[in-house]
Protein backbone atom coordinates (compact mmCIF):
# COMPACT_ATOMS: atom_id res chain seq x y z
CA UNK A 1 0.00 0.00 0.00
CA UNK A 2 2.59 2.41 1.03
CA UNK A 3 4.93 1.28 -2.23
CA UNK A 4 1.35 2.04 -4.33
CA UNK A 5 1.21 5.24 -2.94
CA UNK A 6 4.97 6.19 -3.00
CA UNK A 7 4.94 5.00 -7.40
CA UNK A 8 1.70 7.13 -7.88
CA UNK A 9 3.37 10.02 -5.72
CA UNK A 10 6.58 9.71 -8.27
CA UNK A 11 4.37 9.58 -11.32
CA UNK A 12 2.35 12.54 -9.92
CA UNK A 13 5.69 14.40 -9.60
CA UNK A 14 7.18 13.58 -12.83
CA UNK A 15 3.74 14.57 -14.87
CA UNK A 16 3.84 18.19 -13.00
CA UNK A 17 7.66 18.04 -13.63
CA UNK A 18 7.15 17.71 -17.58
CA UNK A 19 3.98 20.09 -18.00
CA UNK A 20 5.51 22.80 -15.88
CA UNK A 21 8.52 22.36 -18.61
CA UNK A 22 6.14 22.84 -21.66
CA UNK A 23 5.00 25.68 -20.39
CA UNK A 24 7.90 27.48 -19.66
CA UNK A 25 10.51 25.85 -20.60
CA UNK A 26 11.29 27.00 -23.99
CA UNK A 27 12.91 30.47 -24.12
CA UNK A 28 11.62 33.17 -26.44
CA UNK A 29 14.57 34.09 -28.67
CA UNK A 30 13.47 37.94 -30.15
CA UNK A 31 14.93 38.54 -33.24
CA UNK A 32 15.34 42.02 -33.71
CA UNK A 33 16.19 42.76 -37.72
CA UNK A 34 17.18 46.84 -37.77
CA UNK A 35 16.79 47.82 -41.52
CA UNK A 36 19.28 50.86 -41.73
CA UNK A 37 17.43 53.17 -44.00
CA UNK A 38 20.51 54.44 -46.61
CA UNK A 39 21.20 58.19 -45.52
CA UNK A 40 20.74 60.09 -48.63
CA UNK A 41 23.25 63.11 -48.69
CA UNK A 42 21.59 65.69 -50.92
CA UNK A 43 23.83 67.54 -52.69
CA UNK A 44 21.99 70.64 -53.60
CA UNK A 45 23.59 72.45 -56.21
CA UNK A 46 23.30 76.23 -56.28
CA UNK A 47 23.62 78.03 -59.65
CA UNK A 48 24.41 81.31 -59.16
CA UNK A 49 22.80 83.53 -62.15
CA UNK A 50 25.46 85.36 -63.21
CA UNK A 51 25.27 88.43 -65.46
CA UNK A 52 27.59 88.51 -68.18
CA UNK A 53 27.62 91.89 -69.62
CA UNK A 54 29.10 92.08 -73.03
CA UNK A 55 31.18 95.18 -73.91
CA UNK A 56 29.47 96.55 -77.43
CA UNK A 57 32.11 97.71 -78.96
CA UNK A 58 30.96 100.03 -81.80
CA UNK A 59 32.53 100.48 -84.89
CA UNK A 60 32.42 103.73 -86.93
CA UNK A 61 32.96 103.21 -90.64
CA UNK A 62 33.68 106.33 -92.52
CA UNK A 63 33.05 105.87 -96.46
CA UNK A 64 35.12 108.30 -98.15
CA UNK A 65 33.16 109.29 -101.30
CA UNK A 66 35.77 110.54 -104.12
CA UNK A 67 34.24 112.89 -106.61
CA UNK A 68 35.56 113.24 -109.69
CA UNK A 69 34.93 115.79 -112.10
CA UNK A 70 34.63 114.99 -115.15
CA UNK A 71 35.63 118.29 -117.44
CA UNK A 72 33.37 118.90 -120.47
CA UNK A 73 34.90 118.49 -123.44
CA UNK A 74 35.44 121.82 -125.16
CA UNK A 75 36.67 122.17 -128.97
CA UNK A 76 40.33 123.66 -129.86
CA UNK A 77 40.97 127.03 -129.97
CA UNK A 78 40.08 128.76 -133.05
CA UNK A 79 42.21 130.17 -135.85
CA UNK A 80 42.86 134.30 -135.76
CA UNK A 81 40.24 135.13 -138.27
CA UNK A 82 39.45 136.49 -140.92
CA UNK A 83 41.87 133.65 -142.63
CA UNK A 84 44.48 134.51 -145.18
CA UNK A 85 44.34 131.71 -147.79
CA UNK A 86 48.06 131.44 -149.21
CA UNK A 87 47.86 128.16 -150.56
CA UNK A 88 48.36 129.50 -153.81
CA UNK A 89 49.53 126.36 -156.47
CA UNK A 90 51.87 125.05 -153.13
CA UNK A 91 49.48 122.81 -151.31
CA UNK A 92 51.28 122.41 -148.22
CA UNK A 93 49.38 118.78 -147.22
CA UNK A 94 50.34 115.78 -149.49
CA UNK A 95 47.92 113.44 -147.59
CA UNK A 96 45.64 112.78 -144.90
CA UNK A 97 45.12 109.16 -143.28
CA UNK A 98 42.30 108.22 -140.78
CA UNK A 99 44.13 106.44 -138.19
CA UNK A 100 42.75 104.37 -135.07
CA UNK A 101 39.53 103.75 -136.17
CA UNK A 102 37.03 102.36 -133.42
CA UNK A 103 33.84 100.57 -134.94
CA UNK A 104 30.80 101.39 -133.50
CA UNK A 105 28.68 98.53 -132.17
CA UNK A 106 26.24 98.97 -134.48
CA UNK A 107 28.68 98.02 -137.44
CA UNK A 108 27.44 100.90 -139.41
CA UNK A 109 30.66 103.15 -139.40
CA UNK A 110 32.99 104.48 -137.52
CA UNK A 111 32.36 106.13 -133.91
CA UNK A 112 35.59 107.68 -133.56
CA UNK A 113 39.54 108.58 -135.46
CA UNK A 114 42.20 109.67 -135.55
CA UNK A 115 44.26 111.82 -138.35
CA UNK A 116 47.87 111.59 -139.89
CA UNK A 117 49.00 114.31 -142.00
CA UNK A 118 51.77 113.92 -144.37
CA UNK A 119 53.09 117.43 -145.25
CA UNK A 120 55.53 120.28 -145.92
CA UNK A 121 55.78 122.41 -142.54
CA UNK A 122 59.16 124.24 -143.31
CA UNK A 123 57.87 128.10 -143.15
CA UNK A 124 60.99 129.74 -143.30
CA UNK A 125 60.93 133.99 -143.10
CA UNK A 126 56.65 134.32 -143.67
CA UNK A 127 56.28 136.67 -140.60
CA UNK A 128 56.83 140.19 -141.34
CA UNK A 129 59.45 140.40 -138.94
CA UNK A 130 62.74 139.45 -140.46
CA UNK A 131 64.35 136.28 -140.33
CA UNK A 132 60.97 135.23 -138.19
CA UNK A 133 60.04 131.31 -139.09
CA UNK A 134 56.53 130.47 -139.07
CA UNK A 135 54.27 128.67 -136.25
CA UNK A 136 52.59 126.12 -138.02
CA UNK A 137 49.72 123.56 -136.78
CA UNK A 138 46.75 121.93 -137.74
CA UNK A 139 43.33 121.81 -137.25
CA UNK A 140 40.89 119.01 -137.98
CA UNK A 141 36.90 119.86 -138.46
CA UNK A 142 33.83 117.61 -138.85
CA UNK A 143 30.92 119.31 -140.44
CA UNK A 144 32.25 122.64 -139.99
CA UNK A 145 32.96 122.15 -136.55
CA UNK A 146 36.57 121.74 -134.69
CA UNK A 147 37.76 118.85 -133.22
CA UNK A 148 41.16 118.88 -132.77
CA UNK A 149 44.37 120.57 -133.42
CA UNK A 150 47.99 120.08 -132.75
CA UNK A 151 50.99 122.68 -133.32
CA UNK A 152 54.42 121.56 -134.79
CA UNK A 153 57.31 121.53 -132.81
CA UNK A 154 60.09 120.62 -135.41
CA UNK A 155 59.42 121.59 -139.00
CA UNK A 156 60.30 119.82 -141.97
CA UNK A 157 60.03 119.58 -145.65
CA UNK A 158 57.64 116.24 -145.50
CA UNK A 159 57.26 114.61 -142.41
CA UNK A 160 54.19 112.58 -140.76
CA UNK A 161 51.98 114.42 -138.00
CA UNK A 162 49.23 113.11 -136.21
CA UNK A 163 46.23 114.52 -134.73
CA UNK A 164 44.22 113.33 -132.12
CA UNK A 165 41.02 113.74 -131.40
CA UNK A 166 38.54 113.73 -128.40
CA UNK A 167 35.99 110.68 -128.36
CA UNK A 168 33.93 112.86 -127.31
CA UNK A 169 34.24 115.55 -129.70
CA UNK A 170 32.17 113.18 -131.65
CA UNK A 171 28.62 113.18 -129.85
CA UNK A 172 27.55 116.43 -131.58
CA UNK A 173 27.10 114.43 -134.44
CA UNK A 174 24.27 112.48 -135.62
CA UNK A 175 25.20 108.62 -137.47
CA UNK A 176 25.95 109.65 -140.98
CA UNK A 177 28.58 110.48 -143.71
CA UNK A 178 31.04 113.45 -142.03
CA UNK A 179 32.98 115.93 -143.78
CA UNK A 180 36.53 115.73 -142.26
CA UNK A 181 38.70 119.11 -143.07
CA UNK A 182 42.13 119.26 -142.00
CA UNK A 183 43.76 122.31 -142.57
CA UNK A 184 48.03 123.83 -142.38
CA UNK A 185 47.49 127.53 -140.86
CA UNK A 186 50.73 129.40 -139.62
CA UNK A 187 49.21 131.49 -136.21
CA UNK A 188 50.13 135.12 -136.51
CA UNK A 189 49.09 137.90 -133.99
CA UNK A 190 46.16 139.05 -135.71
CA UNK A 191 45.12 136.72 -138.74
CA UNK A 192 46.22 133.41 -139.10
CA UNK A 193 47.76 132.19 -143.00
CA UNK A 194 46.39 128.97 -144.35
CA UNK A 195 49.26 127.01 -146.64
CA UNK A 196 47.53 123.69 -146.65
CA UNK A 197 43.91 122.40 -147.13
CA UNK A 198 42.45 118.53 -147.47
CA UNK A 199 38.87 117.05 -146.86
CA UNK A 200 37.50 113.77 -147.18
CA UNK A 201 34.42 112.02 -146.26
CA UNK A 202 34.18 109.41 -142.79
CA UNK A 203 31.21 107.02 -142.29
CA UNK A 204 30.28 108.07 -138.56
CA UNK A 205 27.76 105.67 -136.19
CA UNK A 206 26.67 107.14 -133.03
CA UNK A 207 25.27 103.93 -131.81
Known amino acids: ?27 DTTTTTTTDTP ?12 STTSAKTSTTTTTTTTTTTVEEWEPPTAPNTPIDDKIGDDNRIKSVTITNKVQAKSGNGLSNFDVDVVANTSLPNVDPEPLVDGDPYFLVRVDGERVGRTSVRFQHDEGTYSVEIDERAFEQFDSGTLEVEVLMLDKDKQTDDLYGRWTGTVKYSSE
Open 1 to 27: MNRHRSTVLVLVLVIMLAGCNGIGGSD
Open 39 to 50: TIDETRTTTVGS
